[in-house]
């Protein structure tokens, strides 16, 4: 089975600007979760989706936001970038239906710099 | 809420000795408990998880971990070190109360020298 992709794999942005990452889950995953990757927060839980709705959200501002599509990828976008969004943002897929016990499974990951 | 805690931010050991990478956590339900590796520029690779059952788990490349529900510990250990095995681990919990975020500790990252 093919793992998660995450498209792009780098990107370089400039403060004010938005973007749009991509995440392809592994086949038969319904469930993607964002994590957001910093040297000084360390990995932090974005948001997740399950069938095309929001099941879970972090602590982030409005300025992050996502969605997912009925094949189950997922997109984030956010608007404004600020220098502080400069991370590694890491998506994640897992079946969804079995609860708390389930295994996530990880992207590489899109780096953004924000100039 | 749940919460995991790795005290040590690097572990130095040389190649051939054992290992062990420290966690603790707290949750209010029952705790789920995962172990992952970072390599460099790359996304987290899943090493093994206690669900139920047995406190010894095992995983991938001769990993396993004891759950020590007194202790709230999830330590991860290997008995011989490789300098393969040099990279960034996350220690993650979950609480078993229904489709929780998973929740991750700041990481720690293993040194092993030749």
């Known amino acids: 089975k093919a793992g998660v992709t995450q498209t792009p794999r780098y990107l370089i942005k400039t403060r004010g600007q938005q973007v749009t990452l991509s995440c392809s889950p592994i086949?038969?995953?319904?469930?993607v979760s964002w994590y957001q990757q910093t040297p000084g927060q360390g990995l932090q839980f974005l948001f997740e989706?399950?069938?095309?709705?929001?099941?879970n959200k972090g602590n982030f501002p409005g300025r992050f936001s996502g969605r997912q599509f009925s094949n189950s990828r997922s997109e984030m976008n956010v608007s404004t970038l600020e220098l502080g969004d400069s991370a590694l943002y890491l998506c994640?897929?897992?079946?969804?239906?079995?609860?708390?016990?389930?295994?996530?499974?990880f992207g590489p990951g899109t780096r953004l710099l924000v100039l | 809420a749940q919460s995991v805690a790795q005290p040590e931010d690097q572990v130095n050991v040389a190649e051939g000795n054992p290992l062990t990478v420290k966690c603790t956590y707290s949750?209010?339900?029952?705790?789920?408990l995962f172990w992952y590796v970072q390599y460099p520029n790359r996304g987290l690779q899943f090493l093994l998880k206690y669900i139920t059952g047995d406190n010894l788990v095992k995983g991938s490349y001769g990993f396993e971990a004891e759950f020590n529900k007194s202790q709230t510990s999830f330590h991860l250990k290997k008995p011989s070190a490789l300098v393969s095995d040099s990279a960034l681990y996350f220690c993650a919990v979950r609480d078993g109360t229904g489709f929780q975020k998973l929740v991750f500790g700041t990481g720690t990252r293993l040194l092993v020298s030749p």
């Open positions: 994640a897929s897992s079946l969804g239906t079995s609860g708390d016990s389930e295994t996530q499974y």
């Open positions: 949750v209010s339900g029952n705790p789920y």
């Open positions: 989706y399950f069938s095309e709705t929001q099941r």
């Open positions: 086949s038969g995953h319904r469930s």
